[in-house]
């Protein structure tokens, strides 16, 4: 089993620039396809990113294509989220979760805290 825990949000203006962070504990992380998901308020949450476990592979929603950049050190056992250009649309809470081997689909049922952005206009 994955334990989460997400952080480095914050409030930005629009057109700026966020990292956000993911610390993982649990033995199957190194193996383990991970993503970051998003949800808007009074929206249901939806995919952002998806790497493999090695990190060879990103994927991405076409809405943050361009923009961000999913990443992972195996080491420490940390995924990340680089977030640039962003827009007011990028207003969320963002969850890190393991992914299923189509990446775009969370694996655990269970859900860390998240962390806020919010990006002003």
């Known amino acids: 089993q994955v334990q989460l825990v997400e952080s480095g949000g914050g409030l930005v203006q629009a057109g700026g620039s966020l990292r956000l962070s993911c610390a993982a504990s649990g033995r199957t992380f190194s193996s383990s396809a991970m993503g970051w998901f998003r949800q808007a308020p009074g929206k249901e949450r939806e995919w952002v990113a998806g790497i493999n476990w090695w990190g060879g592979s990103t994927f991405y929603a076409d809405s943050v294509k361009g923009r961000f950049a999913i990443s992972r050190d195996n080491d420490k056992n940390m995924v990340y989220l680089q977030m640039n250009s962003l827009k007011p649309e990028d207003t969320a809470v963002y969850y890190c979760?393991?992914?299923?081997?189509?990446?775009?689909?969370?694996?655990?049922?269970?859900w860390g805290k998240g962390t806020l952005v919010t990006v002003s206009s």
């Open positions: 979760n393991v992914v299923r081997p189509t990446m775009n689909e969370p694996a655990l049922n269970s």
